[in-house]
C-alpha cells in the first residue's frame, strides 16, 4: 500500500522557514492529489495546502503568501515551504494523499506519521 513519510521539521525562531518533505513509496503519487494538514495540542486538524496532478494549489488563508506546496515526481515528493513562521503555526503536520472529498476536508485515503513543527517567539 502506499506510504507517506514525513520529515524536516524542527524547532526555529518566529521569522525563519523551514521546508518539509513528504516521500511516497506508493504507485500513485505521479497521478494523485498531495496535501498538508496540521494539528496543534487540543485543536482539530486543518487544512493548510494541497497540490493536484496538474499542479494546481490550494492553501488555507492564513498561510498564503508564506507557504509554497510543489511536487518533484521523479523523487516521489512532495514539499512544504514555510517560510515567515509565527508562533501559531506550531503543529504536528502532517502529509496526505488521495482526497475522497473536498481537498479542505480531513477525509483522505493515506497519511503520514507526522512531523512536529516548533516557532518559538
Known amino acids: 500500500q502506499v506510504q507517506l513519510v514525513e520529515s524536516g521539521g524542527g524547532l526555529v525562531q518566529a521569522g525563519g522557514s523551514l521546508r518539509l518533505s513528504c516521500a511516497s513509496s506508493?504507485?500513485?503519487?505521479?497521478?494523485?492529489?498531495m496535501g498538508w494538514f496540521r494539528q496543534a495540542p487540543g485543536q482539530e486538524r486543518e487544512f493548510v495546502a494541497a497540490?493536484?496532478?496538474?499542479?494546481?494549489?490550494y492553501y488555507v488563508d492564513s498561510v498564503k503568501g508564506r507557504f509554497t506546496i510543489s511536487r518533484e515526481n521523479a523523487k516521489n515528493t512532495v514539499y512544504l515551504q514555510m517560510n515567515s513562521l509565527k508562533p501559531e503555526d506550531t503543529a504536528v503536520y502532517y502529509c496526505?494523499?488521495?482526497?475522497?472529498?473536498?481537498?479542505?476536508?480531513?477525509?483522505?485515503?493515506?497519511w503520514g506519521q507526522g512531523t512536529q513543527v516548533t516557532v518559538s517567539s
Open positions: 497540490i493536484t496532478w496538474n499542479a494546481r494549489t
Open positions: 506508493g504507485p500513485t503519487f505521479n497521478i494523485n492529489p
Open positions: 496526505a494523499a488521495d482526497p475522497r472529498s473536498d481537498y479542505t476536508s480531513v477525509d483522505w485515503r493515506f
